[in-house]
Structure formats: C-alpha cells, structure tokens
C-alpha cells in the first residue's frame, strides 16, 4: 500500500511538472504573439503616414505657400541619411527601395529641394519624363527661378522631346548666365534639331569661341551655312575641319561637292 502510495505522488507530481512546463511554454508563446501583434502595428503606422505622400499625384498642391516649419537637427540629420541612401540606392537601379526612403523625407519636409529632385530623376531613369517634369514644375513655385532646377526641367523637356518648351528653358538660363557652355550646347544642338540654323548658328559660335576644335560644333557650323546658301564660308569651315581631322570623311566629301557647286 505504502509503495501504491509512493507511486501515485511520483505520478502527480511528473504530471503536474509537465502541465507546467507546457503551461509556461503557450504564456511565451503567447507573449511574443502579441509584442510581434504591435511591431507589425506600428509598422503599419508608419507606411499608412508615409503614404500620405503620395508619389503618383502630379499635383502636390506645392502652390499654397510652404510651411516654414524650422527642422530640429536630428530631423535634419536623418533627411541627410536618408539622401545618401535613396542615391546609392538609385545608383543601384533600387527605384522602389529609393522611392520608399523619399517618401519618408518627404513626410518630415515635403518641399525638400534634394528629395524632389531625386524624386523627379528616378522618374526620368523610368522614362516617366511627366512625372518628372510636374516635380521641377512644383519645386519653381516653391524655390523661385532656381537655375539647378531650370536646368534639369529644360532637358527634361529635352528627353520628352518638347524642343521648343526646352530651347525657352535653356533661353531663360543662358540670359541669367551667358558663360554656361552646357547651356550653350544645348542652346546650339536643340535650336540645330528644329531646324533653326540662324539661331544655332548663333550658339555655335559661342560654344566656338572657348572650344574652337570641337570637331561636331565645327561640322554643325558648315551645315548651317550651308543651308543659309553662305556655301563659301561653309568650304571654309570643312577646311578647317580637315586640317584637325584629315580623314575626316564627311567635311573630305563635302570639300568635293562644293567644290564642284562653286566652279
């Protein structure tokens, strides 16, 4: 009897060791359920806020006045991180991990110059050239005539092939500062392809001036007087052309047709 006993309290007491410890295994569980319940939670959070910049509308509402909102240096600090991030990331081709990041800049300071423009060239690496060009649109109401940003929207009208909204642009910016020779060489090119020789004869001079070999501007030049019917000056010009590149087949071509023309 004393053995049955001594048996039957081993047997409560594994029994009651092993209700424990399973019982203390479900409460764990349990817990790390519900605190993994609430970092998801709070993530969730954060990307519905995020969200509240919505990338995809092209008008932002950028014309009511900006919000002076002073920026502590910590939130300043972290749009800094942030910036070198969405680069390397863009860099990388991560357009959606970049966009990700920019929104999350963009809810700390929405009129963030840097973000924007970051914004606006992944889009133009999408070949999204709208998108892109509602930002630059965007950001002239809020920075005033910003030449980085002219810039940008000026071959960005360039890339969507908008030539006559670009050769404005660029037009704008070169009267601001005529010693651009990208501006210049824009100015030159663009006014070239709409057919334009007068003006871009005019730029091509310019862009000359500091960059006399420049054998493309050389060989635009001789065109250009030679749609004007100065044929002369444009035998000139591919002389010229073929003294820096004697084999030079097109300006070697072209001395012969003229050549013949004038006789």
Do not use: W
């Amino acid at each position: 009897m004393d053995i049955f006993i001594k048996f039957e309290i081993i047997i409560f007491f594994l029994s009651f060791g092993y209700i424990a410890y399973f019982g203390f295994q479900k409460i764990h569980r349990a817990y790390f359920k519900v605190k993994k319940a609430i970092h998801k939670e709070d993530i969730s959070a954060t990307k519905t806020a995020l969200n509240k910049v919505d990338l995809n509308t092209k008008e932002k509402n950028y014309k009511q006045n900006p919000e002076n909102k002073k920026l502590t240096s910590e939130e300043k600090e972290h749009i800094s991180e942030l910036l070198k991030r969405v680069r390397i990331n863009s860099t990388k081709g991560y357009f959606d991990t970049a966009k990700a990041l920019i929104v999350e800049g963009l809810s700390i300071d929405k009129f963030n110059k840097d973000l924007n423009l970051e914004l606006a060239l992944i889009y133009e690496k999408e070949k999204k050239y709208e998108n892109a060009e509602y930002i630059y649109k965007d950001l002239l109401e809020t920075q005033g005539d910003d030449m980085e940003i002219l810039k940008k929207m000026a071959y960005n009208y360039a890339l969507e092939n908008k030539l006559e909204l670009a050769m404005e642009t660029y037009e704008k910016i070169h009267k601001k500062d005529i010693t651009d020779d990208k501006v210049i060489d824009m100015l030159a090119e663009i006014s070239y392809s709409i057919g334009d020789y007068e003006k871009s004869l005019k730029y091509i001079n310019l862009f000359l001036k500091d960059n006399p070999r420049d054998i493309n501007k050389l060989t635009m030049k001789a065109f250009c007087l030679e749609n004007d019917g100065h044929f002369k000056d444009a035998y000139s010009v591919h002389r010229r052309i073929v003294e820096l590149q004697p084999y030079n087949t097109i300006s070697n071509q072209k001395l012969k047709d003229l050549e013949e023309y004038m006789q």
